[in-house]
């Protein structure tokens, strides 16, 4: 007849590991939305980023929003004129929601993401003088 053996729990489908990454990805998932929902309110009610309002100098991430609204419009110059490190947003979801593993080798993940600090570092300087 059927004998338990020591993965006879895990024989189904969905496994207690399958539904613990499905969960960490929905979590994360919902994460993500309620930061964008965040995102677009703060826009809709005109409120400045907080570094901005206190330092007088733009972060990183300022324009982020109304970059991503204007590829909405389909006007690219617009959002690279905002903020030219929006194309890394949605790379960075990504990796949120695959558990930063979103290629096989790990020095691709390490380099990318160094790549994109590297962006958001120069946007930042930049933004410290004055030219972006």
Known sequence: MFRKTK?????????VQRRRAALGFAL???????LLVLALVAYAFGWECPFLSLTGIPCPGCGLTR???????????EAFRLNFMFPAVPVLALFVL??????P???????LLCLIALGFAVKFILGVFGIC
């Open 7 to 15: 993965n006879s729990r895990e024989s189904g489908n969905f496994s």
């Open 28 to 34: 994360r998932g919902a994460a993500l939305s309620v």
């Open 67 to 77: 970059a991503w609204l204007a590829v909405l419009r389909l006007d690219f110059a």
């Open 98 to 103: 695959f558990d930063g593993k979103l290629f």
């Open 105 to 111: 080798k790990k020095g691709l993940n390490i380099f």
